[in-house]
């Protein structure tokens, strides 16, 4: 069992920043791929991007390409989003997720999901 604890969410203007981190219990992290999904009110839950077990391959969506960027620590059991040049759209809930087969995370269905954090950009 995989425990995930978002944190960093808040609120911030339009061209700010956020870092959001997600801590994962358990000794086995660094075989997990690791993710970013958002959902916002009346909407679908997306992927915002993805990491390997080993933060050598990532992938970012369309949608932040340029300013959000993934990374992981696994001394750490850390997951990180630095968001960059915040717009109002990018208002949120911000899920973490993990999977042990990384086709699991790029077809929204994770092994595992954190709580969320909230995210919200004001104009």
């Known amino acids: 069992q995989v425990q995930l604890v978002e944190s960093g969410g808040g609120l911030v203007q339009a061209g700010g920043s956020l870092r959001l981190s997600c801590v994962a219990s358990?000794?086995?992290?660094?075989?997990?791929?690791m993710g970013w999904f958002r959902q916002a009110p009346g909407k679908e839950r997306d992927v915002v991007a993805r990491?390997?077990?080993?933060?050598?391959?990532?992938f970012v969506a369309d949608s932040v390409k340029g300013r959000f960027t993934i990374s992981r620590d696994n001394a750490k059991n850390t997951v990180y989003l630095q968001m960059n040049s915040l717009k109002p759209e990018d208002t949120a809930v911000y899920y973490c997720?993990?999977?042990?087969?990384?086709?699991?995370?790029?077809?929204?269905?994770?092994?595992?999901w954190g709580q969320g954090t909230q995210v919200t950009v004001s104009s």
């Open positions: 997720a993990a999977a042990l087969i990384g086709q699991r995370l790029r077809v929204g269905t994770p092994d595992y």
């Open positions: 358990g000794r086995t992290f660094s075989r997990y791929a």
């Open positions: 990491i390997n077990e080993s933060g050598g391959v990532t």
